[in-house]
């Protein structure tokens, strides 16, 4: 089975742009989940999509949104961006909702707001 | 709020040594994941536990989750240059939905 891809692998981006970023699980996962890396505040949780409707969201702004396809395949979308949002964003697919099953990682996308 | 958090944050090790972790939450947690991420990485999934007192091993490896499934240990016997990362716990609190990661505890192995 191929991976979790994610596109772009590598972002920059300027203060107050808007950015969307993809993911493509595992096929047959019905789950897609969504993570903010930075060396400071390591892994955060941004929300968790199952069967195209949002499942669970973590303590982020609403300028973080997303969506899940029919296809399971996600995006997500951040606008109005800040120089806090530089991160490595992570996506991972499972077979059921987060926690229940293992989730599989995508490389993910080095964002840079400059 | 709910909080999982591991220590020690950094472990320096001579090659041959061992190594644990320690992942502590506030609260209950329904499972625990353990998960690495290499330097440069993406997590990769080590293991799951759900039962009170679980214990697992995987080759060197060997986890625990504790008995009031609030905290749960990662323990590396004999460590290897190839055992270099961030290791993670995860679980969903019980009363809770979001899945939660842990700050992680990044190894480094000296040779």
């Known amino acids: 089975k191929a991976g979790v891809t994610q596109t772009p692998r590598y972002l920059i981006k300027t203060r107050g742009q808007q950015v969307t970023l993809s993911c493509s699980p595992i096929?047959?996962?019905?789950?897609v989940s969504w993570y903010q890396q930075t060396p400071g505040q390591g892994l955060q949780f941004l929300f968790e999509?199952?069967?195209?409707?949002?499942?669970n969201k973590g303590n982020f702004p609403g300028r973080f949104s997303g969506r899940q396809f029919s296809n399971s395949r996600s995006e997500m979308n951040v606008s109005t961006l800040e120089l806090g949002d530089s991160a490595l964003y992570l996506c991972?697919?499972?077979?059921?909702?987060?926690?229940?099953?293992?989730?599989?990682f995508g490389p993910g996308t080095r964002l840079t707001v400059t | 709020g709910q909080q999982v958090m591991q220590i020690p944050q950094y472990q320096h090790v001579q090659e041959g040594e061992d190594f644990t972790t320690y992942c502590n939450s506030s609260?209950?947690?329904?499972?625990i994941q353990w998960y690495k991420q290499r330097p440069g990485g993406h997590p990769v999934f080590l293991i799951q536990l759900v039962k009170s007192g679980e214990v697992k091993k995987q080759k060197r490896l060997t986890f625990q989750f504790g008995e009031a499934k609030k905290n749960s240990s990662l323990h590396i016997t004999a460590t290897q240059t190839t055992d270099v990362g961030t290791y993670f716990c995860a679980g969903v609190p019980g009363n809770g939905q979001n899945f939660v990661f842990g700050p992680g505890t990044r190894l480094s192995v000296l040779p």
């Open positions: 096929s047959g996962h019905r789950s």
């Open positions: 991972a697919s499972s077979p059921q909702l987060a926690g229940q099953y293992e989730q599989y």
């Open positions: 999509y199952f069967s195209e409707t949002q499942r």
């Open positions: 609260t209950t947690l329904s499972n």
